[in-house]
């Protein structure tokens, strides 16, 4: 199959999200929705459920903005309509953390007014540090008994080994994946390999490595059918599942070799580390992650970025934060002054969840890449 074929699949599962999430329950498994790249997976599949990441929809948010305020980001509303319109009814669990205060509430809603059996809310400390490190593996063990507890089951330490091995093979590969980005025409555009990365957050963990084996064979050997010749750009901002929002980039100049966002570069960046303990280790794997701007200090994501721009061979950076995402929105201020320090062009977009104004972007991004090609 070729590589093109190939990406239609992962972006298959990524359109049908929901039908797919259920064509692929096993009976008998519990399914555990989880919010927020911190969430140690691993956990929930060794358990041996199925680990699925909850996002919003295409709907108005008419029911959820009666629950919260306009004034939270679209992110959290739109997930929230979702789940008031009966759309995760089949969720055994919700998990998250207190990333942020519209997360925070979301939680606090979903926890009164939704059925789900299980909830739970992990705390995330804002720096990597030894005793931090220690702290979230209290997070990472409370998980885990919350799990045990709720639904009458064992995790192993030996379920807990197997389940790090099938996640960081998931992430050697994407990084494989990844390296091509760095090529004069890589053969993966960025929107698709958002797509990739997206649908591991939807398919069954075994058969996604599958996938990725077949799709980083399928890649090495080509090359891009006709490289697109845009301007090299990095993506930075707020969680972002539509790739239709990269797409619109790809087709208006640019070409996304990089990214720093908590569903793209963010879930393979790092492995998880071989340990005697595997919560500590997996605490330590998910506080080392590329830092979300939550984290302190800032110059780590900071120079990452840099750095990601040196590699990557990157000419302009978009920033694209989700309107009333507080730290991404301020996280961007220490950004735009490292850039302009460094004499980066740098474009700054607010979105909301849903892409919309598709025409105003276009137009904005395609003003951005002639600047920069001195058109």
């Known amino acids: 199959m070729q590589s093109k074929e190939m990406i239609g699949v992962f972006q298959d599962a990524v359109r049908r999200r929901q039908e797919v999430i259920q064509e692929n329950i096993v009976p ?205 750009l990095l993506l930075v901002g707020s969680e972002l599942d539509d790739s239709e929002f990269v797409r619109l980039i790809e087709e208006s100049g640019g070409m996304v070799v990089a990214d720093d966002l908590c569903t793209g570069s963010h879930q393979y960046w790092n492995l998880t580390q071989a340990d005697s303990d595997p919560l500590r280790a997996l605490a330590q794997r998910y506080l080392a992650r590329p830092d979300c701007p939550r984290m302190h200090p800032s110059e780590g994501r900071l120079e990452r970025i840099r750095g990601m721009i040196r590699d990557y061979r990157v000419e302009g950076v978009i920033m694209a934060p989700i309107s009333f995402c507080k730290l991404h929105c301020e996280g961007g201020v220490d950004l735009s002054h490292t850039l302009k320090a460094a004499k980066i062009p740098y474009l700054s977009i607010t979105r909301e969840y849903n892409l919309t104004s598709a025409g105003q972007i276009k137009t904005r991004v395609e003003s951005f890449t002639d600047i920069i090609r001195g058109i």
């Not at 998980?143 to 064992?154: H, R």
């Not at 990739?196 to 799709?215: F, K, Q, T």
Request: a negative charge.
């Open 28 to 232: 008998g498994q519990r399914v555990i929705g989880w919010m927020c790249s911190y969430v140690p997976e691993e956990v929930i599949y060794a358990a041996g459920m199925y680990p699925v990441r909850v996002w919003g929809g295409e709907e108005p948010t008419s029911h959820a903005d009666s629950y919260l305020h306009v004034n939270m980001c679209s992110l959290v509303r739109s997930t929230l309509e979702q789940a008031l319109r009966g759309k995760y009814d089949f969720l055994d669990g919700f998990v998250t953390l207190n990333t942020c205060d519209n997360i925070r509430r979301l939680y606090d809603v979903w926890a009164l007014y939704q059925k789900t059996h299980f909830t739970h809310i992990m705390s995330l400390p804002h720096k990597v540090t030894e005793n931090s490190i220690g702290y979230f593996t209290t997070e990472v063990a409370r998980l885990k008994e919350g799990l045990e507890a709720a639904f009458d089951i064992s995790i192993t330490r030996d379920s807990l080994l197997r389940a790090i091995e099938v996640y960081n093979r998931s992430r050697s590969l994407l990084r494989q994946i990844d390296e091509l980005r760095k090529r004069d025409e890589p053969p993966i555009t960025g929107a698709e390999l958002l797509d990739v990365v997206l649908a591991g957050m939807i398919l069954p963990r075994d058969r996604y490595n599958s996938l990725l084996e077949e799709l980083v064979g399928a890649l090495e050997g080509e090359k891009a059918p006709n490289g697109n010749g845009g301007t090299r």
